[in-house]
C-alpha cells in the first residue's frame, strides 16, 4: 500500500507543542520526512528523538519563526537537506495574557501580534518561493475559531487569527496557479498547553472547570485532542485535497456552527 506522503518532505513549525507534534507524528506515520522548527530547543530535541526512535526520518531546526533571518535559515536548511518542500504547516504561536482592549499592555499586544502574524507572513514569505519555483505544493496555516468571533480579554491574538485567514486568502489567490494550494484550520477548544495557558488566567487556576465549561460550547460537548487537528492538516497536506484552497476549515466540534440551545 502506498502511503499518502510518501516520498514528500515537508516543514512544521511550533512542532514541539501539542497540535504541532501530533501533527508531525502523522505526517510521518503516512511517509513524509519532517523538518520540525520550534523555539524550544529541549522540547524540540526531545520530539525528534521520540520521532527517529520510532524510524521515521525528521530533522530538527531551532528557530525564532517570528525572526526573517531564522524563518529564511530553516526553509534553506529543507532545501539543502531535500532540494524540495512540499508541505508546510505554518503553526508555532502562542496565548499571550489576557484583558480587556482598552487596558491592553501594549508591549504585549506588539509581541502577540509579532509571535502570532509575522510569523505566519514570514513562513509564507520564505517558504512560498520554493514551492512556487517547483510548480507544486501545499501549505495550512493555524489560524483559530478566534478567527471567526470575538474572544473577550484576547484582542491581539483574536486579531492575529482573523489576520491568519486574510493571509491564508490571499496567498492562495495569489500561488494556486503557480501549483501551490493555501488553506488553513481553525481549531476550536483542543486540550494542549496554550489552551492550560488561557484557562488557568479566565478561571482563576481551576483549568478543568474551564475545559468543562468550553467542552459545552461544542456540539460534541468536549474539546479536542490535538491528533483530531493534526489528521486535518494532514489531509489538506495531501493531494487529495487538491481541489480545496484559501478554505477556512473548522475542527471544533460544532462550536461555530450552532448556539446551542440545549445546555
Ligand atoms: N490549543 C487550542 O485550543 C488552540 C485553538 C486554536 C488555535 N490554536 C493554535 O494552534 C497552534 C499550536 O498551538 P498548541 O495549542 O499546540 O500550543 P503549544 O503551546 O502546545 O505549541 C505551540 C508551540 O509553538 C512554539 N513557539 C512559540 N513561539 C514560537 C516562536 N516565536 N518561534 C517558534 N516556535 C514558537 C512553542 O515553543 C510551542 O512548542 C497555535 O498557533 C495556536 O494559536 C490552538
Known amino acids: ?123 509564507l514569505r520564505f517558504v512560498l518561493p520554493h514551492m512556487v519555483a517547483a510548480g507544486r505544493g501545499a501549505v495550512v496555516n493555524t489560524a483559530s475559531i478566534g478567527s471567526e468571533r470575538g474572544l473577550a480579554g484576547a484582542c491581539a491574538y483574536n486579531a492575529a487569527k482573523h489576520g491568519a485567514v486574510g493571509l491564508t486568502r490571499t496567498a492562495a489567490s495569489e500561488v494556486a496557479q503557480k501549483g501551490v494550494r493555501v488553506n488553513c484550520v481553525m481549531p476550536g477548544v483542543i486540550e494542549t498547553p496554550l489552551l492550560v495557558g488561557m484557562l488557568e488566567q479566565m478561571f482563576d487556576g481551576d483549568v478543568r472547570a474551564g475545559m468543562d465549561k468550553l467542552g459545552q460550547t461544542a456540539t460534541l460537548n468536549r474539546v479536542g485532542q490535538p491528533r483530531e487537528v493534526g489528521d486535518v492538516v494532514s489531509f489538506l497536506l495531501s493531494d487529495e485535497a487538491s481541489y480545496v484552497n484559501g478554505a477556512k476549515w473548522e475542527i471544533d466540534g460544532g462550536a461555530l456552527a450552532t448556539i446551542r440551545n440545549d445546555i
Open 1 to 123: 500500500m502506498t502511503l499518502r506522503h510518501q516520498g514528500k518532505t515537508m516543514i512544521v513549525t511550533g512542532a514541539a507543542g501539542s497540535i504541532g507534534l501530533a501533527t508531525c507524528e502523522i505526517l510521518c506515520r503516512e511517509g513524509a520526512r519532517v523538518m520540525l522548527v520550534d523555539i524550544a530547543a529541549d522540547r524540540l530535541e526531545n520530539c525528534t528523538t521520540k520521532l527517529r526512535g520510532a524510524g521515521h526520518e525528521v530533522i530538527a531546526h531551532v528557530a525564532d519563526c517570528a525572526d526573517e533571518a531564522a524563518v529564511e535559515s530553516y526553509a534553506r536548511a529543507a532545501m539543502e537537506a531535500w532540494g524540495r518542500i512540499d508541505g508546510f504547516f505554518n503553526n508555532a504561536g502562542i496565548e499571550g495574557s489576557l484583558a480587556p482592549t482598552h487596558e491592553y499592555d501594549i508591549a504585549e499586544f506588539d509581541k502577540i501580534i509579532r509571535v502570532n502574524l509575522r510569523s505566519m507572513f514570514l513562513g
